[in-house]
């Protein structure tokens, strides 16, 4: 089974979440949270890696999203330091902060995600797992890149809106939270406090970052982590 990167933007399946409950079509492959543009070395790599006849394996398979998520850990700690010496010390401190609390929801969520495929079998689902590890690096790495264009651009960003004031970021978190309760009643019991400490995690990373963001990053942000738990939550006890 070969993973293939999806088109399509966040951004476009956040929008299709105010249409209806079930707005995500479940591929047949795991897909990318962000769009990106073909050309990128890291995406084109695996893409090349995937095609290798050495790597038709499923462990292949997942050793080439492996190295992709690790040269993704480099591209958003390079994209990091450089939108550090861009803007002024305060900023610095909140970006760090922000980094801060996605490394501690980045080593949560991938405990969470160990115990929720541990419910599932099937090379297929092992696939899975592995684009679940990789894409919130990927997504990580894309927001630092477009965060650093708009800081060399020296544009005044434009922060967003209170997410009371924004219907999109209202409706979104509705159903964020539906999920997470959806996933959370599905877990084994013995398990159900790795969901909670990941949900918790990544509240504290969205609380840190959107203040820094603007309402576009800010519903991708969203609309990935809701992608998550909708997948998850369909995926327990699959067997």
Not at 3 to 14: D, K, N
Not at 54 to 67: E, F, I, L
Not at 125 to 152: C, F, I, K, N, S
Request: hydrophobic residues 45%.
């Amino acid at each position: 089974m070969t993973v293939q990167v999806l088109r399509g933007s966040v951004r476009a399946f956040a929008a299709a979440a105010l249409l209806a409950a079930q707005c995500l079509v479940t591929p047949l492959v795991p897909s990318a949270h962000a769009e990106v543009s073909a050309a990128d070395p890291i995406d084109a790599g695996m893409r090349a890696c995937l095609a290798r006849a050495d790597r038709s394996s499923t462990a292949g398979q997942v050793q080439c999203m492996d190295d992709a998520r690790t040269a993704w850990r480099a591209a958003a700690d390079a994209a990091l330091a450089q939108l550090l010496s861009k803007v002024p010390p305060a900023q610095q401190r909140r970006w760090r902060t922000s980094q801060q609390k996605w490394v501690a929801w980045r080593d949560a969520e991938d405990t969470m995600l160990g115990a929720a495929f541990a419910t599932s079998s099937g090379s297929s689902y092992q696939l899975y797992e592995a684009d679940m590890r990789l894409q919130p690096v990927r997504d990580r790495a894309l927001a630092l890149r477009g965060e650093l264009a708009t800081a060399t651009a020296m544009g005044k960003p434009v922060r967003a809106r209170p997410c009371s004031a924004d219907a999109r970021c209202e409706h979104v978190s509705y159903d964020l939270d539906r999920y997470y309760r959806q996933l959370y009643a599905r877990m084994p019991k013995h398990a159900r406090q790795s969901v909670a400490r990941a949900q918790t995690a990544w509240r504290g990373y969205r609380d840190a970052t959107t203040p820094l963001v603007d309402e576009h990053a800010r519903l991708d942000l969203l609309g990935a982590r809701l992608a998550t738990l909708k997948r998850l939550s369909e995926t327990v006890n699959n067997r």
